[in-house]
């Protein structure tokens, strides 16, 4: 019986820590995808608090996606937010903007 209640409980948390964001992929996506046009991490990241940030990435970074695909600025990056990529990945790069935001007392290094 203990056995049971241990893999049961082994399985949910595997489960759970796989449907969480990665920081170390986020930054590694951030540093891929968005360094050209925003620089270093560090001061993208800061740029924002905590809470603003969730609000951007809320539902799949879909805002995120809108504030660039409606500049002309951004348009070199307008392929990369239509693709089902951005959507994968936006779970990885909202955990490290918010790791990384303006109020969490964190410093990325990838600068």
Same mark, same amino acid.
């Given at each position: 019986?203990?056995?049971?209640?241990? @893999?049961?409980? @082994?399985?949910?948390? !595997? %489960?759970?820590?796989?449907?969480?964001?990665?920081?170390?992929?986020?930054?590694?996506?951030? /540093?891929?995808?968005?360094?050209?046009?925003? *620089?270093?991490?560090?001061?993208?990241?800061?740029?924002?608090? /905590? =809470?603003?940030? *969730?609000?951007?990435?809320?539902?799949? *970074?879909?805002?995120?996606?809108?504030?660039?695909?409606? !500049?002309?600025?951004?348009?070199?990056?307008?392929?990369?937010? %239509?693709?089902?990529?951005? %959507?994968?990945? !936006? =779970?990885? @790069?909202?955990?490290?903007?918010?790791?990384?935001?303006?109020?969490?007392?964190?410093?990325?290094?990838?600068?």
């Amino acid at each position: 019986m203990i056995k049971l209640i241990g @893999l049961i409980t @082994l399985l949910l948390m !595997s %489960t759970f820590t796989s449907l969480n964001g990665a920081t170390y992929k986020g930054q590694k996506i951030y /540093m891929d995808t968005c360094k050209d046009c925003h *620089g270093g991490g560090q001061a993208m990241a800061a740029s924002k608090n /905590m =809470r603003t940030w *969730g609000k951007i990435m809320d539902k799949k *970074g879909e805002q995120l996606a809108d504030i660039h695909l409606n !500049s002309k600025k951004a348009q070199a990056s307008w392929e990369y937010f %239509t693709d089902k990529k951005f %959507t994968k990945d !936006s =779970r990885h @790069l909202e955990d490290f903007l918010i790791e990384y935001a303006k109020d969490s007392g964190n410093v990325p290094a990838c600068n």
